[in-house]
């Protein structure tokens, strides 16, 4: 099924822009034009979540999305010499572009940076797989996560972060006074 008229009516995403449109205002842009089984789909993406229906475009970014955190779990567990396998979920397929992405967004030297690379690599792969269906579920799909990276990017504030890690190292110290640390 097409969706000329609600792709057409959706602004332009740009990585690392703030999004002009919220996610809660593209779920109301989808009613009436998105069928109840692609809805579902959509709030999926929009929470970062697997989706309950078996729609195709779907199952390709999830599986997509599967195989990306697989490769961050094995890259991560290797710099720390521990093993992934208890943390590798199943997905159907697998990219080399993927496994590609991954390992280039840990070259960087900080760990915002390789966050920026692998929500671009997210970003790039839903491009990828909206181009076959410009006006198709595929590119509705691609903006609801193109819209949930946009609008993780526009929420971060540097000074809720560092009190957020002010307050995760005194809960640990109080409840692992051992660990030697001064607060």
Known sequence: MSHWYLVSSLPYLRFGDKPPMSAKAFRAACVGWVADDERVVIDAALENREPEAGVSPAEL??????????????????????????????????????????????????PMEQEMELDRARWSLV?????????????????????????????????????????????????????????
């Not at 991560?76 to 521990?82: E, L, Q």
């Not at 396998?85 to 900080?110: C, L, N, W, Y």
């Not at 198709?136 to 929420?155: D, M, P, Q, S, T």
């Open 127 to 183: 491009d990828e797989l909206a181009v076959g269906d410009l006006f198709g579920f595929a590119a509705v799909l691609a903006f609801a996560v193109k819209v949930r990276i946009a609008e993780r990017w526009a929420g971060l504030d540097e000074e809720a972060g560092k009190e957020k890690v002010e307050e995760l190292i005194l809960t640990a110290t109080a409840e692992n006074p051992e660990t030697g640390i001064e607060v």
């Open 61 to 110: 970014w999830w599986n997509g999305e599967v195989q990306l955190r697989d490769a961050v779990v094995r890259v991560r567990a290797k710099n720390r010499g521990t093993d992934a396998s208890r943390f590798i979920q199943p997905h159907d397929g697998f990219s080399v572009t993927i496994e590609k992405m991954v390992t280039d967004a840990f070259t960087r030297p900080d």
